[in-house]
C-alpha cells in the first residue's frame, strides 16, 4: 500500500504503551487505528502529533486498524494561542460529522488549508467560516443561500428570512416571539454569506454556520467551542 | 475447559486474578503468577498487600491546595513552610511533580490539574480544576505562575487557557523552555524541537 496522507484528529491512551488514534486520510476518511508502542517511543508519540501532515501506513481488515507506518510529510504546524482552541474546534466537528471510512478528498484539503491559515496568523473567523460552509456543502449539506426554501422565488436584500436547519430560508411572516429571534436573517446578509463575505457579516456568518451546524452534530455540545467562550467571557468580565 | 482457560481454581481465586489484571500492565498470566505467588509461601505478603490497599483507599484523597494525592488535608510541599511561597508551577499529573521533585531544582509550590484540557474526551476547565488554580491566584500572594504542562497539543492549549485567566489576575506567568535534550546530538533532535530551540535560543 502506498503512503496515504493523514492528519490526526485525536489520542488517547490504549493499554500500558499504545494509542488509539482517529485519523483522518485523504482517499479513506476518518478511522481509528491502534499506534502499538506508540507511548513507549517504538514508533514516537512526537510524531503523532495533531495538525501535521503525516504519510502513514496501516493493516487489518476490522474495524480498528492498526498502525504500521509512520513518517512526517511536512514540518509541524505549530498552532499558538487562540488557535489551538480553533484547532481543537475544528477536530472536534470533524469527528462529529464525518462518517467512518467515507472519503472526502475536498474537506481533506480544505482542513490543511484552514490550519496552514491558522498557523499563519491569518484572521480566524474568516478561515473558520469558509472551512464550515465547504464542509457543510461536502457533506451535501449545502445551505441554498440565494432561493426562498418554500416559495422558490429569489432572495430579496431587503427582506428578512427565517432560517429553518436541514430545510432553509422562507420569508419572515407574522411576528416571531423574541427568543427566535436567532432564526432570522437578512436577505442582504444571506447574498453577502454567499459571496463568502464574512468579514462583513462576523457575527451573523457564525450565527448562521452554527444553526446550520447544529442538527449535524448530535446532542452533546461541542466542548472546544465553550471553552473558547468561556475564556472570552471570563476575561471582558475581568476587563469591565 | 476450553485451552487457555485460566478458570480452573475456584471463584475466589479467580476473583483475584481478575482484579490484579485491572493493573496497568498486568495481563492473565502475569496476574495468575501474581496470584499464586502470593498464595502459595507468601500469605504475609499478601495479608500486608491487602491490608495497605485497603488503607491507601481508604484513606488517600486531594490536597485542598495543590490537588495532589495525600493522605492529609494538604500534602507535605503545601504544608512545608521552607517552600516558596511565591512560585507556583502547574503540572499535568502527580508522576510530573515527581519527576520535577526529582530534579531539585525547583523550590516553590505545585498545583496538579490530574489531566489537560480535552474537549474531544469532555473534559473543560472545571474538569481540572483550573477555577480552584484561579482562586488561589487571587487570595494567595503568589507573583510567579510556572506553567509545566507536557509538551503536547493539548497540554499547550493547557498552559495558554491558564495564562489568559492568569494575566487577567495580575501574575506573571512564565513557561518552561523546550530544546534540545541534555546529551542530545542535532542530527537525532525532530524538526519540531529543532525549530523551537532555535526561536527561543537566548544570549550567552
Redesign the interface.
Known amino acids: 500500500m502506498q503512503p496515504e496522507p493523514a492528519f490526526v484528529l485525536h489520542t488517547r491512551p490504549y493499554r500500558e504503551t499504545s494509542l488509539l488514534v482517529d485519523f483522518f486520510t485523504r482517499n479513506y476518511g476518518r478511522f481509528r487505528a491502534v499506534a502499538r508502542g506508540a507511548r513507549a517511543a517504538k514508533i514516537g508519540t512526537k510524531k503523532l502529533n495533531p495538525y501535521t501532515q503525516l504519510l502513514i501506513g496501516w493493516a487489518g481488515k476490522t474495524e480498528l486498524k492498526t498502525l504500521t507506518h509512520v513518517e512526517q510529510s511536512s514540518s509541524p504546524l505549530t498552532l499558538k494561542g487562540d488557535c489551538l482552541f480553533c484547532g481543537f474546534y475544528l477536530n472536534e466537528i470533524l469527528i462529529r460529522l464525518l462518517a467512518e471510512n467515507d472519503p472526502h478528498e475536498e474537506i481533506y484539503d480544505n482542513y490543511a488549508h484552514v490550519l496552514a491559515q491558522l498557523a499563519g496568523n491569518e484572521p480566524i473567523e474568516h478561515s473558520l467560516r469558509t472551512f464550515e460552509f465547504s464542509l457543510l456543502e461536502e457533506l451535501g449539506y449545502a445551505l441554498v443561500l440565494d432561493a426562498d426554501a418554500q416559495t422558490g422565488e429569489k432572495i430579496s436584500p431587503e427582506k428578512e428570512y427565517w432560517f429553518e436547519p436541514n430545510i432553509g430560508f422562507s420569508l419572515k411572516e407574522g411576528i416571531y416571539s423574541k427568543g427566535a429571534s436567532a432564526n432570522l436573517f437578512k436577505g442582504g446578509e444571506l447574498l453577502a454569506f454567499k459571496n463568502h463575505d464574512f468579514n462583513a457579516i462576523p457575527l451573523t456568518a457564525k450565527r448562521l454556520m452554527r444553526l446550520a451546524l447544529e442538527p449535524h452534530i448530535g446532542e452533546k455540545p461541542l466542548l472546544s467551542r465553550n471553552l473558547f467562550s468561556k475564556l472570552k467571557a471570563t476575561n471582558t468580565e475581568l476587563i469591565n | 475447559m476450553q485451552k487457555g482457560d485460566w478458570r480452573m481454581f475456584g471463584p475466589i481465586i479467580d476473583e483475584l486474578i481478575a482484579s490484579l489484571r485491572c493493573l496497568?500492565?498486568v495481563g492473565p498470566k502475569s496476574a495468575q503468577r501474581m496470584a499464586l505467588y502470593l498464595l502459595e509461601r507468601h500469605r504475609d505478603v499478601a495479608y500486608r498487600l491487602a491490608a495497605s490497599l485497603e488503607a491507601a483507599a481508604d484513606k488517600i484523597g486531594r490536597c485542598q491546595l495543590c490537588r495532589t494525592l495525600t493522605e492529609t488535608s494538604t500534602c507535605i510541599l503545601c504544608s512545608n513552610f521552607r517552600r516558596d511561597p511565591l512560585q507556583l508551577c502547574v503540572v499535568e499529573t502527580p508522576a510530573d511533580l515527581l519527576a520535577i521533585e526529582h530534579s531539585g531544582t525547583y523550590r516553590g509550590r505545585y498545583f496538579v490539574l490530574l489531566g489537560h484540557?480535552s474537549?474531544?474526551?469532555?473534559?473543560?476547565?472545571e474538569e481540572i480544576g483550573i477555577d480552584h488554580l484561579i482562586a488561589r491566584l487571587s487570595e494567595e500572594n503568589i507573583t510567579e505562575l510556572i506553567l509545566a504542562t507536557n509538551l503536547?497539543?493539548e497540554g499547550?492549549?493547557t498552559a495558554?487557557?491558564i495564562s489568559?485567566?492568569a494575566k487577567?489576575c495580575g501574575v506573571a506567568v512564565s513557561r518552561i523552555a523546550h530544546g534540545v535534550p541534555m546529551g542530545g546530538e542535532l542530527e537525532y533532535v525532530?524538526?519540531?524541537?529543532l525549530?523551537?530551540a532555535f526561536s527561543s535560543r537566548k544570549k550567552i
Open positions: 496497568p500492565g484540557l474537549p474531544i474526551d469532555g473534559i473543560g476547565p503536547t497539543v499547550e492549549a495558554h487557557y489568559e485567566r487577567a525532530d524538526g519540531g524541537t525549530s523551537h
